[in-house]
T-cell receptor, first 114, second 112 residues
Framework: SQQGEEDPQALSIQEGENATMNCSYK?????LQWYRQNSGRGLVHLILIRSNEREKHSGRLRVTLDTSKKSSSLLITASRAADTASYFC??????????????FGTGTRLQVTL | DGGITQSPKYLFRKEGQNVTLSCEQN?????MYWYRQDPGQGLRLIYYSQIVNDFQKGDIAEGYSVSREKKESFPLTVTSAQKNPTAFYLC???????????FGSGTRLTVV
């Protein structure tokens, strides 16, 4: 089963604009993570936000989490052509003493044009 | 350099054959995972292993088998019982106490 649904499915913007992707999930979580996937490649971990956090920044990335609405957003500021990729949210509902087990969303395909 | 290696990059399987996908990591990670990705879709968990000699089924384990005899290795066998095996397979690993996965570059399996 896929925990998360992402919105929009596809997003096309021009270089320099901001890109916002949203993720909704269904059950309680320990943390939520965002990953990036270039076409035909593996995923790369971008940023993690814990359930007791509301906002987190990393470089040009800003992530928010609203546990009451079971939703998260990823903002990429001042986008570049190299940001073109698919972006996935993943939720971790791990219990204490167990390893992580991520459930991935359906992804947003971002296209940044010159 | 530490990392996670999947091989082969491309694999072709005939109907009725079993094939094994390799996943090796030198990151000293305890947990390892196999995901399947279909075109335009998210990732679905096939199997995962938290420790050597132990593994659990994920959401779509039918038609697949795994082993975890060494910490570094977590091979996935796609059996003839898997009716629609054509997909992109991703292996990942993570430490026990640190969040975030490291992914391999994937194996694209095609049934011919």
């Amino acid at each position: 089963s896929q925990q998360g649904e992402e919105d929009p499915q596809a997003l096309s913007i021009q270089e320099g604009e901001n890109a916002t992707m949203n993720c909704s999930y269904k059950t309680s979580i320990n943390n939520l993570q965002w990953y990036r996937q270039n076409s035909g490649r593996g995923l790369v971990h971008l940023i993690l936000i814990r359930s007791n956090e509301r906002e987190k920044h990393s470089g040009r990335l800003r992530v928010t989490l609203d546990t009451s609405k079971k939703s998260s957003s990823l903002l990429i500021t001042a986008s570049r052509a190299a940001d073109t990729a698919s972006y996935f949210c993943a939720t971790d509902a791990r219990n204490t003493g167990t390893a992580s087990k991520l459930t991935f969303g359906t992804g947003t395909r971002l296209q940044v044009t010159l | 350099d530490g990392g996670i290696t999947q091989s082969p990059k491309y694999l072709f399987r005939k109907e009725g054959q079993n094939v094994t996908l390799s996943c090796e990591q030198n990151l000293n990670h305890d947990a390892m995972y196999w995901y399947r990705q279909d075109p335009g879709q998210g990732l679905r968990l096939i199997y995962y292993s938290q420790i050597v000699n132990d593994f659990q089924k994920g959401d779509i384990a039918e038609g697949y088998s795994v082993s975890r005899e060494k910490k570094e290795s977590f091979p996935l066998t796609v059996t003839s019982a898997q009716k629609n095996p054509t997909a992109f397979y991703l292996c990942a690993s993570s430490p026990w106490d640190v969040d975030g996965y490291t992914f391999g570059s994937g194996t694209r399996l095609t049934v011919v």
